[in-house]
DNA sequence: CTGAAAGCGCTAACAG
DNA sequence: CTGTTAGCGCTTTCAG
């Protein structure tokens, strides 16, 4: 069954093409009289423009493409998730649709999906690096299509960015912490190298040095960010007798406390802890976890915004966005 | 800057554009020599070839729409991200890519969204369909490309929908808890009428029967999917001096254990609690969650698998596939 | 105020 | 084994 064109409405509606496609996109004017006849004859013939042809000739798809690290790890998800959330609200009110694509944090599979993207599918793209040091967006990326990075910022600014700056409220939190009394503070985090964990860890290093606690590399524990790393880290630190421990991202945090909990070992009596990132779910642990919090869903939205600019023609040097984090204090410390 | 076509490579390795095409698609035979010299000037040019005007012309954009109804609550979203990874995963494998748009379980914004889609813009669609009751997938769903529903079965039978049977794992959980000599067992829901409520209430309802246990009507609190209704349906129940509870989804789930937390009820001496929905992080609350866990990942494998059969043609009549969930027991029970 | 017609880049039928 | 060419459905220029 060969689908309605829109050089049946026109017959149906005794005009020419062109006048149902002024019609259809208001980019002319046209008599009410004749308007009237072709959004009949539409509705008639249940008329429904394909995008496809539409999108060659104009040379605009109206998607845009979404490419994250998510990896098997149910947890590490959540974040991205609720980024691609907000993404997807605010296209939808600007009339675009959003293709989402997943790297697995593998470079390869990243620049791979970056040369299906390159190929007029898309007429922007928001993506959350996999790399920041490898030099492979700028060739890949031709400039053929705007690009927002978020989350992770790569070496050489190669386009607008949006980050969060996590940095405030790990300062925040390390800060709380040594207020408290403690002064023996364990920090576990993820691999350095990618700008979010780097900047985390040298916020606690500069809180500890604001209040002139003595800097102890014994106290930083770097693992894969699992759950068994954070785990297996806790163990390691509560053998150098800390009495609060931060970890920089959510899924160690749950590794942290299960350790804490599987040796009953009290919080936050014995050990407090504060962990990274904000769901639903930490209201029901016990105690209840303290946090910091990114604005995952703002940082979707942000980037949009920076997308629909660079699609309205703006030209603009590239910025850096960074949008604060927050501590958010429950029951853990 | 005007991109690269084919009629340039052609016209650098001196063929035709068609044997270009036929090289790029190999769908005809091409000797060596000749794919040789195509494949030289395509890399000279870096040439990318047009994903569009390919579309237009082979009616088909290798694109495969999602849709979700993700509301604004943190939780309730994991269980259907957790799907789109799936089926991201497997789409990629067969060369496809997802669009993912959101209903927010609102029926004028998913059938919106589905007109959207019907313009030649997929090849397919999977569903999280907002009402099973309306009819108004019909009218939109024309035929135009294969769909497959998940999760939630519309009322007629209009294409290949793959849901989980909630219900076994809902029994194995009633039976444990009735096993382990409760008699008094609260069950707390969201809205019924959709599929996945109703089928885990019936199966409340037959386990108690199976095992000659009064129905009490009183027990059974129904609310909407939230954490405060979560939170208040419990209190009403531990009026009825229930001595465990069901909880129907994860979001209730939560705002029962927050509750039971809240008043010092100790879990399970004085009230055993069984969720739904299998997390990592219920790991870490205490004592850890005993839950239906549903295969949420393999409901888009299975989604996608169907969905590939109809594209290579299938003409089967449509099916209902039912994955079976499965009780995860830890230490709330 | 409207129409005719070119052409976006590609695939595939037809013709050698 | 390869080339010529029509045409997918739409937008938009040019001409009234």
């Known amino acids: 069954m060969r689908n309605i064109r829109i050089k049946d409405v026109a ?3 005794d005009v020419s093409t062109a006048t149902v496609s002024h ?13 009237k006849k072709v959004f009949e004859a539409m509705k008639e013939l249940d008329y429904r423009p394909n995008s496809v042809a539409r999108s060659l000739r104009s040379r605009k798809s109206n998607i845009i493409g979404l490419l994250v690290p998510l990896v098997a790890s149910d947890t590490s998800n959540f974040f991205f998730m609720s980024i691609a959330n907000g993404i997807e609200q605010v296209l939808k009110e600007n009339g675009y649709n959003l293709i989402l694509s997943n790297s697995g944090e593998d470079l390869q599979v990243e620049q791979d ?4 993207f390159n ?3 898309i007429d922007g793209l928001i993506i959350a690096p996999v790399d920041s040091k490898h030099h492979s967006y700028e060739e890949n990326l ?12 790569p070496k050489d600014l190669l386009s607008d960015t949006v980050l969060i700056d996590s940095g405030v409220g790990t300062y925040e939190a390390i800060e709380l912490l040594i207020r408290k009394g403690h002064n023996k503070i364990g920090f576990i985090t993820g691999p350095l190298g990618i700008t979010t964990s780097d900047e985390r860890l040298e916020a606690y290093i500069k809180a500890l040095k604001d209040y002139n606690l003595p800097y102890d590399e014994s106290l ?3 693992g894969s960010a699992t759950f068994d790393s954070g785990h297996k880290l806790t163990a390691e630190l509560m053998k150098e007798e800390v009495t609060a421990i931060f970890t920089a991202n959510n899924v160690m945090t749950m590794g942290a406390v299960n350790y804490l909990q599987d040796h009953h070992i009290p919080i936050p009596d014995k050990v407090a802890i504060i962990g990274f990132d904000d769901y639903d779910w930490l209201r029901i642990t016990s105690p209840p976890l303290s946090v910091v919090k990114q604005p995952s869903f703002e940082m979707g939205k942000k980037a949009v915004e920076l997308l629909m600019e660079r699609l309205n023609g703006s030209e603009e040097p590239f910025k850096v966005y960074r949008l604060p984090s927050e501590l958010v204090v429950r029951g853990s410390c």
């Open 113 to 116: 999906q970056i040369k299906v």
């Open 220 to 222: 930083i524990k770097i």
């Open 142 to 153: 031709r400039g053929d299509f705007p690009t927002v990075f978020i989350d992770r910022q």
């Open 23 to 35: 019609v259809l996109n208001e980019t002319r004017f046209v008599a009410e009289e004749t308007k």
């Open 11 to 13: 017959k149906k509606a």
């Open 119 to 121: 190929t007029q599918l």
